[in-house]
């Protein structure tokens, strides 16, 4: 395409020149104004997958950091770092270099503590996210296929978490290394071939901190960095869900977008998560290896806790009962296999198929785009609910040995206590849940109804009190509401529907003339009068209708 | 569509180009463009891309106080981060120039011991600002617009298209008729998706072979001794007491399986003492030997308890009694601790009789076959 100086539109300052040659190139103007303009909903819980994100790019840059020094490798050597008390000591190459990580390299403590840190972030995120997909719905068609894709990278993380920890080679990951390896070997039938293919021969061998370090910083992010292009391109191409609101349906999205209020705040996230693990990295101890000593088989340290996330592992290896299968021919199922390789993979199985066992259970097979809240789908809320309970007993258990010596309970008692609860609590949990959300929606209904309580109390002719309730829409001749509930939040309160005017802005002193305030007001049709005035609930809220979608203060009104 | 000439051995003859890449150019003259202002060139993009800008609300008024302090505000912000990450930058690279050192010593106090927490909160709280500035800045300068895109369902068209091109090419191959290139195929897939995992037959280890997990570094006449090599005699520990030993074999003290508690019993535990049946005779006088290495998963059974004769490990919490042959008494472990049969040599030091008579450690699924 040719252009002359002359050209209607041509660019005229250096930038827009520039631009002009690189898309005489690249051809590239039309993908970028469809990406800029890319339409991205607005609520705070979709930025939980986006801080899992950003924390993974913490952990890829730390964990290169890290790689410069680290030794992978089991040799062993007298530590002569600068750490005295441990100076002479033998030890692995790996513990050893870490150590000098920690104390001989300027600013490597700081590193490695920030590692730790958005480690655990970036399973915390992951898991938080993951509820609130779970909880609004927002795995259904067409979005299973990013639901499985997203418990795969969970079970990922779990093992770069695990690997990660194994890696420095002190006591507390040896002791970890040691379960590994006997879960490992609890396998039926093929538990010692899979022991031997993995440490190389038996526990523990020359081989595991090698392999595990190639697994933690290449196979397993590699597998996950595929895993996230992939979760991102789905999510771009099937666009996000976003919660039901005024003039939000199931064909379109309502929100902000991709450029620049998107933009500018997923880059202001992108150094919350950052600045967060280094503050953390800095000021928080984690993991201090020097106190742990190398490890050694024969030495254990007490009250040896793993991080978080592996932490229901513990607990429900705990709470399982010696339960050795011995089988004719003088086979042996371990008790622990049950606990760890079968409750692991059956909860991560389940995880995985929930859309699709939903789905059979429903018959609900059609596209959703809109998210439902907890309380309107009881049974699901219950069941999730249910599940979290369970978790939360193992993971609890995980930890009984701190909990009874702190609270100077019996072990053995905690441990019943965990057994029966694990079998105890679930189904309570799921009842008391699903009770929650039948009053829940009958309230909403309540409110639809009848109106919000306005807390102004009147004396009726015949001397009856009754309190004043405002209606949220048009009511028929009993003065019952005649609004259906859309699944959006009904407003409970007065000044969620504008019944207070909008506070003056300043912190010390105000920045605006209040009576300027209330002229603007008045002028925009804000506050309780105007609300009842002109009300669109009758449209499909289709912005061709006429509908007005949602902005964060305005009153918020049922959809449809 | 523009015509090629493509005649054998012509370079294209007249080669027009076809329409402009992307949007509707027949539709806007780059002179009605040029015409637009920016505001409506934006809208026209945005309505084109299916997006539409349904409310606006203008960022504050130029030369407003509500503006003047938004931008003091954030100014101030980001002049903070900067001043954070600069002096990260003086700590980092200042200390053990014109700071004191940065290295930890043993006392862990003073400047050492700051360093770190220096950094990472002046790193940390650089990178917080900025974020904080950004989200500010959005929140208190820019419009905020609220948009609404529509989503669209699969179009019948492209999916009509795209399947009658791949159906298309699948008759055409003729795969269906043609068994012979089917079968082969299938043959030639399973035979090349072996052979590109065949490499990993190398991480396969017989684990049987020598029986590597039945057997230990103890065989008969190797002496007990602590962790600094030093050998035990009777009579060395009190009543009640518990001293970890390791064979005296090179690298004993780190042998995986080989670390064995050895256990004076006091006397009412003597009389106590239930013995696995036909492991009666494995002590010596009032002492006993069990593996360290516990039954459940492997860790090292630590707490000795000396009063209810317990050992716990700290992992799952798994209980063994001594005065009963180790065997578990509360938690998952499934089975006593194995128990080393224990002698004294002829200089009067404690020398093991042979090997532990099971495996030690965790159980798995062919233990008790060898
Ligand atoms: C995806 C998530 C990741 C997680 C959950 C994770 C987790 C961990 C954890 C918990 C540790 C132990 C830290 C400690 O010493 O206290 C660790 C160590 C390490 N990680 Fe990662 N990591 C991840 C990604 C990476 C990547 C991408 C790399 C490199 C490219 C890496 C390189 C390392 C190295 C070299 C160590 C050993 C250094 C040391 O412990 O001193 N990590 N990781
Ligand atoms: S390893 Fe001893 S109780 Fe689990």
Same mark, same amino acid.
């Given at each position: 395409?040719?252009?002359?100086?002359?050209?209607?539109?041509?660019?005229?300052?250096?930038?827009?020149?520039?631009?002009?040659?690189?898309?005489?190139?690249?051809?590239?103007?039309?993908?970028?104004?469809?990406?800029?303009?890319?339409?991205?909903?607005?609520?705070?819980?979709?930025?939980?997958?986006?801080?899992?994100?950003?924390? @993974?790019?913490?952990?890829?840059?730390?964990?290169?950091?890290?790689?410069?020094?680290?030794?992978?490798?089991?040799?062993?050597?007298?530590?002569?770092?600068?750490?005295?008390?441990?100076?002479?000591?033998?030890?692995?190459?790996?513990?050893?270099?870490?150590?000098?990580?920690?104390?001989?390299?300027?600013?490597?403590?700081?590193?490695?503590?920030?590692?730790?840190?958005?480690?655990?972030? @970036?399973?915390?995120?992951?898991?938080?996210?993951?509820?609130?997909?779970?909880?609004?719905?927002?795995?259904?068609?067409?979005?299973?296929?990013?639901?499985?894709?997203?418990?795969?990278?969970?079970?990922?993380?779990?093992?770069?978490?695990?690997?990660?920890?194994?890696?420095?080679?002190?006591?507390?990951?040896?002791?970890?290394?040691?379960?590994?390896?006997?879960?490992?070997?609890?396998?039926?039938?093929?538990?010692?071939?899979?022991?031997?293919?993995?440490?190389?021969?038996?526990?523990?061998?020359?081989?595991?901190?090698?392999?595990?370090?190639?697994?933690?910083?290449?196979?397993?992010?590699?597998?996950?960095?595929?895993?996230?292009?992939?979760?991102?391109?789905?999510?771009?191409?099937?666009?996000?869900?976003?919660?039901?609101?005024?003039?939000?349906?199931?064909?379109?999205?309502?929100?902000?977008?991709?450029?620049?209020?998107?933009?500018?705040?997923?880059?202001?996230?992108?150094?919350?998560?950052?600045?967060?693990?280094?503050?953390?990295?800095?000021?928080?101890?984690?993991?201090?290896?020097?106190?742990?000593?190398?490890?050694?088989?024969?030495?254990?340290?007490?009250?040896?806790?793993?991080?978080?996330?592996?932490?229901?592992?513990?607990?429900?290896?705990?709470?399982?009962?010696?339960?050795?299968?011995?089988?004719?021919?003088?086979?042996?199922?371990?008790?622990?296999?049950?606990?760890?390789?079968?409750?692991?993979?059956?909860?991560?199985?389940?995880?995985?198929?929930?859309?699709?066992?939903?789905?059979?259970?429903?018959?609900?097979?059609?596209?959703?785009?809109?998210?439902?809240?907890?309380?309107?789908?009881?049974?699901?809320?219950?069941?999730?609910?249910?599940?979290?309970?369970?978790?939360?007993?193992?993971?609890?258990?995980?930890?009984?040995?701190?909990?009874?010596?702190?609270?100077?309970?019996?072990?053995?008692?905690?441990?019943?206590?965990?057994?029966?609860?694990?079998?105890?609590?679930?189904?309570?949990?799921?009842?008391?849940?699903?009770?929650?959300?039948?009053?829940?929606?009958?309230?909403?209904?309540?409110?639809?109804?009848?109106?919000?309580?306005?807390?102004?109390?009147?004396?009726?002719?015949?001397?009856?009190?009754?309190?004043?309730?405002?209606?949220?829409?048009?009511?028929?001749?009993?003065?019952?509401?005649?609004?259906?509930?859309?699944?959006?939040?009904?407003?409970?309160?007065?000044?969620?529907?504008?019944?207070?005017?909008?506070?003056?802005?300043?912190?010390?002193?105000?920045?605006?003339?209040?009576?300027?305030?209330?002229?603007?007001?008045?002028?925009?049709?804000?506050?309780?009068?105007?609300?009842?005035?002109?009300?669109?609930?009758?449209?499909?809220?289709?912005?061709?209708?006429?509908?007005?979608?949602?902005?964060?203060?305005?009153?918020?009104?049922?959809?449809? | 569509?523009?015509?090629?000439?493509? $005649?054998?051995?012509?370079?294209?003859?007249?080669?027009?180009?076809?329409?402009?890449?992307?949007?509707?150019?027949?539709?806007?003259?780059?002179?009605?463009?040029?015409?637009?202002?920016?505001?409506? +060139?934006?809208?026209?993009?945005?309505?084109?891309?299916?997006?539409?800008?349904?409310?606006?609300?203008?960022?504050?008024?130029?030369?407003?106080?509500?503006?003047?302090?938004?931008?003091?505000?954030?100014?101030?912000?980001?002049?903070?981060?900067?001043?954070?990450?600069?002096?990260?930058?003086?700590?980092?690279?200042?200390?053990?120039?014109?700071?004191?050192?940065?290295?930890?010593?043993?006392?862990?106090?003073?400047?050492?011991?700051?360093?770190?927490?220096?950094?990472?909160?002046?790193?940390?709280?650089?990178?917080?600002?900025?974020?904080?500035?950004?989200?500010?800045?959005?929140?208190?300068?820019?419009?905020?617009?609220?948009?609404?895109?529509?989503?669209?369902?699969?179009?019948?068209?492209?999916?009509?298209?795209?399947?009658?091109?791949?159906?298309?090419?699948?008759?055409?191959?003729?795969?269906?008729?043609?068994?012979?290139?089917?079968?082969?195929?299938?043959?030639?897939?399973?035979? +090349?998706?072996?052979?590109?995992?065949?490499?990993?037959?190398?991480?396969?280890?017989?684990?049987?072979?020598?029986?590597?997990?039945?057997?230990?570094?103890?065989?008969?006449?190797? $002496?007990?001794?602590?962790?600094?090599?030093?050998?035990?005699?009777?009579?060395?520990?009190?009543?009640?007491?518990?001293?970890?030993?390791?064979?005296?074999?090179?690298?004993?003290?780190?042998?995986?399986?080989?670390?064995?508690?050895?256990?004076?019993?006091?006397?009412?535990?003597?009389?106590?003492?239930?013995?696995?049946?036909?492991?009666?005779?494995?002590?010596?006088?009032?002492?006993?030997?069990?593996?360290?290495?516990?039954?459940?998963?492997?860790?090292?059974?630590?707490?000795?308890?000396?009063?209810?004769?317990?050992?716990?490990?700290?992992?799952?919490?798994?209980?063994?009694?001594?005065?009963?042959?180790?065997?578990?008494?509360?938690?998952?472990?499934?089975?006593?601790?194995?128990?080393?049969?224990?002698?004294?040599?002829?200089?009067?030091?404690?020398?093991?009789?042979?090997?532990?008579?099971?495996?030690?450690?965790?159980?798995?699924?062919?233990?008790?076959?060898?």
């Amino acid at each position: 395409m040719a252009r002359t100086a002359t050209a209607p539109g041509a660019p005229t300052t250096k930038l827009g020149t520039t631009a002009a040659e690189l898309d005489d190139r690249l051809v590239i103007s039309g993908w970028l104004r469809r990406t800029m303009n890319k339409v991205y909903p607005d609520h705070w819980s979709f930025l939980l997958g986006e801080i899992a994100l950003y924390s @993974f790019i913490v952990l890829l840059l730390s964990g290169t950091y890290l790689t410069l020094f680290f030794d992978a490798s089991m040799r062993e050597v007298a530590y002569a770092g600068s750490y005295a008390p441990l100076r002479g000591v033998e030890m692995s190459a790996a513990y050893d270099s870490a150590l000098r990580l920690s104390f001989d390299v300027r600013g490597g403590l700081f590193m490695r503590q920030l590692h730790h840190w958005a480690a655990l972030l @970036f399973v915390s995120s992951i898991v938080v996210h993951l509820l609130r997909i779970f909880f609004t719905g927002a795995f259904r068609r067409p979005r299973e296929t990013n639901w499985t894709i997203g418990v795969v990278m969970l079970v990922l993380a779990l093992l770069m978490g695990v690997t990660g920890y194994s890696l420095p080679d002190d006591l507390l990951s040896g002791t970890g290394l040691r379960i590994i390896s006997a879960i490992l070997l609890s396998i039926p039938v093929v538990g010692t071939w899979v022991h031997f293919a993995i440490f190389n021969g038996p526990y523990v061998g020359e081989s595991i901190i090698g392999r595990f370090y190639i697994a933690h910083v290449l196979l397993i992010p590699a597998i996950l960095l595929a895993l996230i292009a992939l979760h991102l391109i789905i999510l771009v191409k099937q666009k996000h869900t976003q919660f039901p609101g005024p003039g939000r349906t199931e064909h379109n999205v309502v929100g902000n977008r991709l450029f620049p209020t998107f933009a500018a705040k997923a880059t202001g996230l992108v150094f919350l998560v950052f600045g967060v693990s280094a503050a953390l990295g800095g000021l928080v101890q984690i993991n201090p290896i020097w106190l742990w000593g190398p490890y050694n088989p024969a030495q254990v340290s007490s009250a040896s806790q793993p991080d978080w996330y592996i932490g229901f592992l513990d607990g429900s290896t705990r709470l399982f009962p010696a339960w050795d299968m011995n089988l004719p021919g003088n086979y042996t199922i371990p008790a622990l296999f049950w606990p760890t390789v079968v409750i692991a993979g059956a909860m991560f199985t389940v995880l995985a198929l929930y859309p699709v066992i939903e789905r059979k259970l429903t018959g609900d097979t059609a596209s959703h785009h809109l998210l439902q809240r907890p309380r309107d789908v009881p049974v699901r809320t219950a069941l999730g609910a249910m599940a979290l309970t369970f978790y939360t007993v193992l993971w609890i258990s995980g930890g009984n040995d701190v909990i009874a010596l702190k609270f100077d309970i019996s072990l053995n008692a905690m441990t019943w206590v965990g057994r029966i609860g694990m079998i105890v609590l679930p189904p309570i949990a799921y009842v008391i849940a699903y009770r929650i959300c039948l009053g829940l929606q009958q309230h909403d209904r309540e409110v639809l109804e009848h109106g919000i309580e306005t807390g102004v109390i009147r004396r009726l002719p015949n001397g009856e009190f009754i309190e004043v309730h405002q209606p949220l829409g048009p009511v028929d001749e009993h003065g019952h509401g005649e609004l259906a509930y859309g699944g959006a939040p009904v407003p409970k309160k007065m000044n969620q529907i504008g019944g207070a005017r909008r506070a003056i802005r300043g912190f010390f002193s105000p920045t605006e003339n209040p009576a300027q305030v209330e002229l603007e007001q008045r002028a925009e049709d804000r506050g309780l009068a105007a609300a009842e005035g002109d009300r669109e609930l009758t449209s499909s809220g289709r912005p061709s209708e006429g509908g007005r979608p949602s902005d964060g203060g305005r009153p918020q009104e049922p959809r449809d | 569509m523009n015509t090629h000439d493509t $005649r054998p051995g012509s370079t294209g003859g007249a080669d027009t180009p076809g329409p402009l890449h992307g949007g509707p150019d027949e539709d806007y003259t780059p002179e009605q463009l040029a015409a637009m202002s920016l505001d409506e +060139l934006d809208r026209l993009g945005a309505r084109y891309d299916g997006v539409e800008i349904m409310h606006v609300e203008p960022g504050p008024e130029p030369g407003s106080p509500l503006e003047k302090r938004a931008v003091r505000q954030i100014g101030t912000v980001f002049t903070l981060a900067g001043l954070c990450a600069f002096a990260s930058v003086v700590i980092y690279a200042g200390s053990g120039w014109f700071l004191p050192t940065w290295q930890w010593s043993v006392s862990e106090s003073g400047w050492s011991a700051i360093f770190t927490p220096l950094v990472g909160a002046l790193f940390g709280a650089a990178m917080i600002l900025v974020g904080v500035g950004l989200v500010l800045y959005t929140k208190k300068l820019l419009p905020h617009e609220t948009a609404v895109q529509d989503k669209h369902d699969a179009s019948a068209f492209d999916r009509a298209t795209a399947g009658a091109t791949l159906v298309r090419t699948a008759h055409n191959s003729g795969l269906a008729r043609r068994k012979l290139i089917t079968r082969s195929l299938a043959f030639m897939g399973g035979g +090349l998706g072996l052979m590109l995992i065949m490499p990993l037959g190398g991480l396969i280890k017989n684990p049987n072979t020598g029986d590597p997990l039945g057997t230990t570094p103890w065989k008969q006449g190797v $002496r007990l001794t602590r962790l600094d090599g030093s050998p035990i005699r009777p009579g060395d520990q009190e009543p009640g007491s518990l001293e970890t030993v390791f064979p005296a074999v090179p690298g004993g003290n780190r042998a995986a399986n080989a670390a064995t508690m050895l256990i004076r019993l006091r006397p009412e535990q003597v009389a106590a003492n239930r013995p696995r049946p036909g492991q009666g005779n494995l002590g010596y006088g009032d002492y006993v030997a069990y593996s360290k290495i516990c039954t459940h998963a492997g860790c090292p059974v630590s707490l000795y308890e000396q009063e209810t004769s317990r050992i716990l490990c700290p992992c799952h919490q798994s209980q063994f009694d001594v005065t009963q042959g180790a065997k578990p008494v509360f938690g998952p472990a499934s089975r006593p601790l194995p128990q080393l049969p224990i002698t004294v040599d002829a200089s009067g030091y404690f020398v093991a009789r042979s090997d532990y008579l099971e495996a030690v450690g965790p159980t798995y699924w062919n233990r008790r076959r060898i």
